[in-house]
């Protein structure tokens, strides 16, 4: 797959009360790195909505390491 992720800042939490998974592709393969790039951003929140790898087929058991991840794109 040639994608690249896309991680969208949200202004506010997401609710443990919602489903985590309407919002993030908690199994991508490159889940990891869009958390840390929010994070090194600051970003209160984020998103996988939007990425399209977002509902992608990806197995539970899918592990990459982060040398094997290729970097991302930022979308604001």
Do not use: Q
Not at 46 to 51: L, Q
């Amino acid at each position: 797959m040639n994608a690249s992720a896309r991680p969208t800042r949200l202004d506010s939490t997401i609710s443990p009360l919602n489903e985590v998974e309407e919002f993030r592709s908690l199994f991508c393969p490159r889940y990891e790195s869009c958390l840390d790039f929010a994070l090194r951003l600051g970003w209160k929140s984020w998103t996988c909505v939007g990425c399209e790898m977002f509902g992608a087929d990806v197995p539970r058991d899918s592990k990459i390491s982060s040398e094997a991840r290729p970097p991302f794109t930022e979308h604001a």
